[in-house]
């Protein structure tokens, strides 16, 4: 099944085995990969890093970390789906009943960054499920910014729901490896 969370066998009202399929993506990498040891996984974002991390040290790889929130689209914006609203600026205003106390803006979360070295190398982008993609399409998009000359993205289960399948095709990713599909097609490979 692959857990997300080994302590979620307890919620089960049968026995469960938290059958892991990192081996079966570690084999991938070594056998699969030309040339995976000038490799780095990469964590799409922090909530990610300790999977990462996991990987890179069974691989004997760098680790770089994305961090930070992907620009909305201005049609996010337009429609009402930005949440929360927009910052509107405000002055402070001495005659109001909060005499004394300063008007702050709401705190604004960095742009995507990434924390490692991708330059000149292949990045592995490693997560446990791949559902709308995405957040995936914007990391591959970064990664290539930042020089990463191949891109791949390997995940325990794939969803693949709306329009994953057509984003990933579109996105600078050469390679998607799933174990678990739930799609109408039995994709388990897609090259691009």
């Given at each position: 099944m692959d857990l997300p969370q080994k302590e979620i066998?307890?919620?089960?009202?049968v026995p469960v085995d938290n059958l892991r399929a990192s081996s079966f993506l570690l084999n991938y990498v070594r056998t699969s990969i030309p040339d995976y040891t000038n490799a780095v996984i990469v964590a799409k974002n922090?909530?990610?890093?300790?999977?990462?991390?996991?990987?890179?040290?069974?691989?004997?790889?760098?680790?770089?970390?994305?961090?930070g929130v992907q620009k909305e689209a201005e049609s996010d914006e337009v429609d009402g789906r930005h949440s929360p609203p927009p910052i509107i600026s405000r002055t402070?205003?001495?005659?109001?009943?909060?005499?004394?106390?300063?008007v702050m803006a709401a705190k604004e979360k960095p742009p995507m960054n990434i924390v490692g070295d991708v330059g000149g190398r292949i990045a592995i982008i490693v997560d446990d499920i791949i559902d709308d993609?995405?957040?995936?399409?914007?990391?591959?998009?970064?990664?290539?910014?930042?020089?990463?000359?191949k891109i791949y993205v390997m995940a325990t289960h794939g969803?693949?729901?709306?329009?994953?399948?057509?984003?990933?095709?579109?996105a600078p990713i050469d390679e998607v490896n799933t174990k678990y599909i739930r799609y109408q097609e039995p994709i388990i490979i897609c090259s691009v």
């Open positions: 066998q307890g919620f089960f009202d922090p909530g990610t890093a300790k999977r990462a991390q996991s990987f890179a040290e069974r691989l004997r790889l760098g680790l770089a970390v994305i961090h402070y205003d001495p005659s109001s009943e909060f005499e004394g106390v300063p993609a995405e957040t995936f399409v914007a990391a591959a998009e970064l990664l290539k910014e930042r020089g990463a000359y969803l693949l729901s709306a329009d994953a399948p057509r984003l990933l095709e579109q």
